[in-house]
């Protein structure tokens, strides 16, 4: 697995690579990631709209004070909306999606 925005070495299995789906997009990340680092991993810097104006937003730091990255978590009929992506532990099958966006990202 090759992301061109993943550094060399850290905290993640390199070996054991996870599929999850992003906004109808399927990626990979390693175990270990977050939702966050994994998105970021594949090039993906805009996760969402700011509420008023719709401004672009992406990820701004690394724990449970984020305030931008405000996800949609699905599990078949279930979803999870407000989760902040920089708490989500990545796992296999994982589906999410923006929140807070009119057309594309």
């Known amino acids: ?27 990979t990340g390693c175990a270990g990631d977050t939702l966050a680092s994994a998105l970021l991993a594949n090039g993906v810097r805009m996760v969402g709209r700011s509420f008023k104006y719709h401004r672009p937003r992406g990820i701004f730091s690394a724990g449970s004070e ?30 999410a999606t923006s929140q807070n966006h009119r057309g594309s990202l």
């Open 1 to 27: 697995m090759t992301q061109p925005f993943r550094i060399s070495d850290g905290l993640v299995d390199r070996a054991q690579t996870l599929k999850f789906q992003w906004n109808g997009s399927w990626m």
């Open 66 to 95: 984020e305030p931008n990255a405000l996800v949609q978590l699905r599990n078949g009929a279930a979803q999870e909306p407000n989760t902040r992506a920089t708490t989500v532990e990545l796992f296999d099958q994982l589906t």
